[in-house]
């Protein structure tokens, strides 16, 4: 009877009843649509029963399903689930043949796809078979990856079997247990137990995550210091004995952290240059070089922009460096250091995102303005910076102060209404997934629409991703809508228009904030700004620092601001508290 609710009803209605607590008919509802269903449908039903079965440890239910799913459906996501259904049942013999297999899946761009947990499945099912070189495959597997909980899984294993400790050295199952407990967090007891490894300098610990581990016990137990004389006799260890590229990396960059750690920012700046020269990629001398920079700001400011001279023009991706580049600049301005900041400018201009060049010349800028930095001709400099900060129109708030600045900030903006809005697809062209998100809508299943459009926002056409847009926003899901609004400003065709922008802008809890901000004598674009900045309109938002609510108060400076204006026991939770205390806030700080 369910399937004369339309083609693919099973699939949806599994989630309405279980919505209204009635799990078992929505499994029978998902078998029902992968027995009788197809396509996308068909494949995510039955992902959603093999994963099912595979908790429920009914193992042979979730290979039978994932066989007959890979038949249909030949990806690498339905061989995988029978893998791991093969492993559990201790089908050893399938596994290393379907080890050999799921290699052959490769990444979009032919690269090998990771899959760590694959590394355990074949040394317990060696070890199981009783075939040569499964303890070799256990080492590998502590040593060629971090210790996470891979690690802890394979020792449960070993404690489960009997005499598997006489099978390795005391050597090597001191460096298991070690591994171990450091994946467990038991950082004391893992640097105990690997004292006499460290003390040898044996080479088990020399490859290039057990060197990152032992870095990271030392930091977890607040041994940094002690962890850093260990590693500056590691390092010599390694370079007198020849040791890797990747290790003499791994080992530098591991010393300054743990200088770093303890605040030791100077000998950390200098071990980063040293992992510098050891870096295996682009992307890696960018990050040792972030380091360098960043423990340079931490020691010396002035120094550190002697460090941007340095490195700037070796940078792979300047992008990345923003964000110490911007503490540099704002430890600067605090130490009033402005013929340093005008170093800066000259060492970045050419070299830098243009995101940080715009933030740097127009406080340079600025500081001419105010006579902080004499230079001659000062005023011209001043104009043509800020000129460039708007010509370059890379942050969008600098653009607006520059424009402010120069009297050239456009009083209103009028959306042109002759502009088309994004480009719809020819008819006939919705993909499955976008049929997909549809059903979840026509179902009124409005959270579900959200969690599979944002699985694959690269899936979804423009047109259709507004049309769900639109959808959330009339059913009060604002901060879905704006999250996917996100998406659709960012792509390079689209141009909004007023109907879209009002999206984008929306006006959630009107009633509240005009009444808020008339009474405060608030701006309102301002105070919807405000609120849309901090949490999206979400009156329940907690930021991780601790921030709560509409306007994202912190509990003390609410209690406060609460206690001032004779407010007792306020929520900051609930919409219509937060906003009463957040708009006289803004407006004292405003003052």
Not at 128 to 138: A, E, P, S
Request: proline share 4%; net charge negative.
């Amino acid at each position: 009877d369910i399937t004369r609710l339309g083609d693919n009803a099973p699939f949806y209605m599994s989630y309405v009843l279980r919505k209204v607590g009635r799990p078992v008919v929505a499994l029978h509802l998902l078998q029902l649509e992968w027995r009788r269903g197809n396509g996308i449908w068909q494949k995510d039903a039955a992902k959603q029963l093999i994963t099912y079965y595979m908790q429920t440890r009914e193992y042979a239910k979730a290979e039978e399903i994932a066989k007959e799913a890979y038949s249909s459906y030949p990806e690498r996501s339905f061989y995988r689930q029978l893998l791991e259904a093969w492993y559990w049942q201790h089908k050893d013999e399938d596994v290393l043949r379907g080890l050999e297999r799921i290699a052959s899946f490769k990444n979009p761009n032919g690269s090998a796809i990771v899959d760590p947990e694959l590394a355990l499945f074949r040394a317990v099912s060696t070890y199981r078979l009783g075939k040569d070189g499964w303890q070799k495959l256990f080492m590998d597997l502590f040593s060629e990856q971090p210790a996470t909980d891979l690690q802890i899984r394979a020792f449960e294993f070993f404690k489960l079997e009997k005499g598997m400790e006489s099978q390795f050295t005391a050597t090597q199952w001191a460096f298991l247990k070690g591994k171990y407990e450091i994946a467990q967090q038991q950082f004391g007891p893992a640097l105990s137990t690997l004292q006499p490894l460290i003390d040898a300098h044996n080479p088990l610990l020399f490859t290039p995550w057990d060197l990152r581990d032992l870095g990271r016990a030392y930091m977890g137990s607040s041994s940094a210091l002690t962890g850093a004389g260990v590693f500056e006799r590691l390092i010599s260890s390694l370079l007198a004995n020849g040791g890797t590229s990747e290790s003499l990396y791994a080992a530098y960059s591991t010393l300054g952290q743990l200088y770093r750690s303890a605040n030791w920012y100077v000998h950390a700046a200098a071990a980063f240059k040293r992992a510098i020269g050891y870096a295996p990629d682009n992307a890696e001398y960018d990050r040792m070089a972030w380091y360098v920079l960043d423990s340079e700001v931490q020691s010396s400011p002035v120094e550190a922009v002697d460090q941007v001279a340095t490195y700037a023009k070796l940078w792979h991706n300047p992008s990345y460096f923003n964000d110490v580049l911007g503490e540099l600049c704002t430890d600067l301005i605090q130490r009033r250091d402005w013929a340093v900041l005008w170093k800066l400018y000259h060492e970045l201009e050419g070299h830098a995102d243009n995101r940080i060049i715009v933030r740097v010349a127009y406080d340079v800028a600025s500081a001419i303005d105010n006579g902080y930095i004499n230079i001659a001709n000062g005023k011209q400099i001043a104009h043509d910076l800020m000129d460039k900060v708007i010509s370059l129109d890379a942050d969008r708030y600098y653009t607006f102060l520059a424009s402010a600045r120069l009297d050239k900030l456009p009083q209103v903006f009028e959306p042109d209404p002759t502009q088309p809005t994004v480009q719809a697809k020819p008819s006939g062209e919705d993909t499955d997934f976008e049929n997909l998100i549809t059903g979840f809508l026509s179902y009124g299943l409005y959270n579900e629409a959200y969690t599979f459009a944002r699985s694959d926002t690269r899936a979804l056409g423009n047109q259709f991703l507004l049309l769900l847009i639109r959808q959330l926003h009339r059913q009060g899901k604002i901060l879905e809508s704006l999250r996917l609004m996100d998406v659709l400003v960012a792509r390079p065709s689209v141009t909004l228009t007023l109907p879209e922008l009002k999206l984008y802008y929306p006006q959630p809890y009107s009633s509240i904030i005009d009444s808020v901000a008339k009474k405060e004598d608030l701006s309102l674009p301002v105070f919807y700004g405000l609120v849309r900045e901090e949490s999206y309109f979400q009156s329940s938002i907690v930021s991780s620092a601790g921030a709560v609510g509409l306007t994202q108060l912190m509990p003390a400076t609410a209690k406060d601001i609460a206690h001032r204006m004779g407010m007792k026991d306020p929520q900051i939770a609930n919409a219509n508290d937060n906003l009463a205390i957040g708009g006289p806030y803004l407006q004292m700080l405003i003052q």
